[in-house]
């Protein structure tokens, strides 16, 4: 099956730096990455997503990217703030409606 | 739109007793719905899938007697942890997904906290 591999586990940056999280996927048949922020003991809300078709999405401060020859995807995020500390996920998805291979997740902490 | 809760929120009972979860989809049609349960400082796993009308198909290692999973209506799922046990404490996640409207996006419930004494 799929395997998703995510880093890193953690990352602090400053208010207005950037932060990029990666991840790898082993199957090429995957053609659906999303991610999901996560706050504390609430349930995933999905950020943005891209399809193998597109090699990058921009959201207004976030964005993905999608290698597929490499089989890596990574989120940016820009001008960050303290309401972006969280834990982050990225997901692969084979094919249509299946279950999707989370990654292991990054905490993101933003300092003041 | 595409907004997902979960009833309850927190649950604690006794070992032995049986919990039933819903998750519902508020404003779409779920033909398919997602439990996962997440540890502490760890990633969801797949416990089980369901689309409406169909039984449940579950994820390697997931005791189906265990974990009762019902998806008797398009808007509607419902997990029963039976005779649970302290192991079984879990923050337990739905999510739903509506094939006519919805790429392969998944839209994740907030979660039931369960705690078995």
């Not at chain 1, 999280?21 to 199957?27: L, M």
């Not at chain 1, 990455?33 to 990058?56: A, C, H, M, T």
């Not at chain 2, 416990?47 to 997931?62: D, H, I, L, R, W």
Request: net charge neutral; proline share 4%; charged share 20%.
């Amino acid at each position: 099956g799929e395997n998703v591999e995510q880093h890193p586990s953690t990352l602090s940056v400053q208010e207005g730096d950037s932060a990029v999280i990666k991840c790898t996927y082993s199957d090429s048949a995957s053609n659906y990455f999303p991610w999901y922020k996560q706050e504390l003991g609430k349930g995933p809300q999905l950020i943005i997503d891209i399809r193998s078709n597109v090699g990058e999405k921009k959201d207004q401060r976030i964005a993905v990217t999608l290698n597929k020859t490499a089989k890596h995807f990574s989120l940016h995020i820009t001008e960050t703030q303290p309401e972006d500390s969280a834990v982050y996920f990225c997901a692969a998805s084979i094919g249509d409606f299946n279950k999707f291979y989370f990654g292991s997740g990054t905490k993101l902490n933003v300092k003041p | 739109g595409a907004v997902v809760s979960q009833h309850p929120s927190r649950v604690i009972c006794k070992s032995g007793t049986s919990v039933k979860i819903e998750c519902r989809s508020l404003d779409f049609q779920a033909t398919t719905m997602f439990w996962y349960r997440q540890f502490p400082k760890q990633s969801l796993m797949l416990m089980a899938t369901s689309n409406e009308g169909s039984k449940a198909t579950y994820e390697q290692g997931v005791e189906k007697d265990k974990f009762l999973i019902n998806h008797a209506s398009l808007t509607l799922s419902t997990l029963t942890v039976t005779s649970a046990h302290p192991e079984d404490s879990s923050f337990y996640i739905c999510s739903a997904s509506d094939r006519d409207r919805h790429y392969n996006e998944q839209f994740f419930g907030p979660g039931t906290r369960l705690t078995v004494l």
